[in-house]
């Protein structure tokens, strides 16, 4: 064992024909367990630093570039085959909470976790704690009976945690695409803040868009590339790449009704704005009339009532009855 103290190791476990027998595996023994072929051992390490991973990378006998592929910045979920290891980054989601949300940033936040696979063992690499994986060993203790056909159904049971938090995002921003949809077709204009909301809807799902989509080439590629003579996980992972197609369908899905909706806010600013326009040549053509009749009257020619107390109650009511009448036909064709 090399020199390099290892403090990182957040969780360990060791499984033998799917029961437990070590539930805190040392540094120091990982190796050994690794090498009996009845063992299954996890090793889950929060925040390892390139000196910490390199030393477990070194006791599975692993090439040093799997410290680089686990702590690569801004990698893409992905999933590929190494000598001797299969290596995979995906990402975990979940939303902030409204009141807690910062106006500049979107409400979705991702936790990668990354992981290095071989036949008898799974080591997860987790940058932050975001992702809780109390989690995936529910999981692991519920289906304990798959733990005996090796390392794939730790995997298994990880990616399947994984992906039903991506429809847990995904149904919270459907439920958030009808509030803004009820907002929208609601009687009067919606506030000034609905395009903000509609955009930082938007920009959610560009963002868990990004990991969701490239899931299906994870799944499919750890059932290609999983190594032993095992099939019986097969029915398994087929499950979960039906399950992973539908959050991408779904998600595409939200992406679309949210430009639509964008667009269909536009649609009816502009279908506002001509029903006002409308209501203001209404009104112009009604002011009109009176406009024309004491115009006509202020002529400098005799007229009937011409010098009469009663020729100004004439044209008031001249007025009067003209503006209601077209007040009343412009209602009726729904022009006012």
């Known amino acids: 064992m090399t020199d390099i103290e290892i403090n990182c190791i957040a969780a360990s476990r060791t499984w033998r024909g799917g029961v437990v027998v070590d539930d805190d595996v040392r540094p120091d023994e990982v ?44 990698e893409r979920p992905k999933v590929s085959r190494r000598e001797g290891y299969l290596f995979f980054t995906v990402y975990a989601t979940r939303l902030r909470p409204h009141d807690h949300l910062d106006p500049t940033k979107g409400r979705m936040v991702s936790s990668r ?17 975001g992702f809780d994986m109390t989690q995936p060993e529910r999981t692991w203790r519920e289906d304990s ?7 794939g ?12 938090g991506h429809f847990e995002t995904i149904q919270a921003l459907d439920d958030e695409t009808e509030r803004l949809e009820d907002v929208l077709f609601a009687a009067g204009q919606p506030k000034a803040g609905f395009i903000r909301q509609v955009y930082g809807l938007r920009k959610d799902l ?4 990004r990991v969701v989509l490239p ?10 590339h999983r190594t032993g003579p095992h099939t019986e996980l097969d029915s398994w992972y087929d499950d979960l790449y039906d399950h992973v197609l539908r959050a991408a369908e779904w998600t595409e899905s939200l992406r679309d009704m949210v430009a639509t909706m964008f667009e269909t806010h536009l649609s009816l600013q502009d279908s506002r704005l ?7 040549a209404g009104w112009a053509a009604i002011i009109a009339v009176p406009t024309a009749i004491t115009g006509w009257f202020g002529q400098n020619v005799p007229y009937w009532g011409f010098n009469q107390p009663w020729g100004v109650g004439l044209s008031a009511l001249m007025i009067l009855v003209s503006s209601i009448g077209l007040y009343l036909l412009f209602r009726l064709n729904d022009w006012v």
């Open 153 to 164: 159904a730790l995997v298994h049971g990880l990616l399947d945690v994984i992906v039903d």
């Open 113 to 129: 976790v990354s992981g290095i696979m071989t036949p008898h063992a799974l080591v997860t690499i987790r940058l932050d704690d």
């Open 274 to 280: 001509n029903q006002i326009m409308k209501k203001l």
């Open 31 to 74: 190796a050994a367990e690794i090498r009996d072929p009845d063992n299954i051992v996890w090793i889950d390490l929060l925040q390892p630093d390139g000196g910490e991973l390199g030393a477990l990378v070194h006791e599975l006998g692993l090439p040093p570039t799997a410290v680089e592929d686990a702590l690569a910045p801004f």
């Open 215 to 224: 899931m299906r080439e994870v799944v499919n590629g750890v059932l290609r």
């Open 145 to 151: 009976h798959l733990l005996q056909y090796g390392a």
């Open 206 to 209: 560009v963002d868990l868009r």
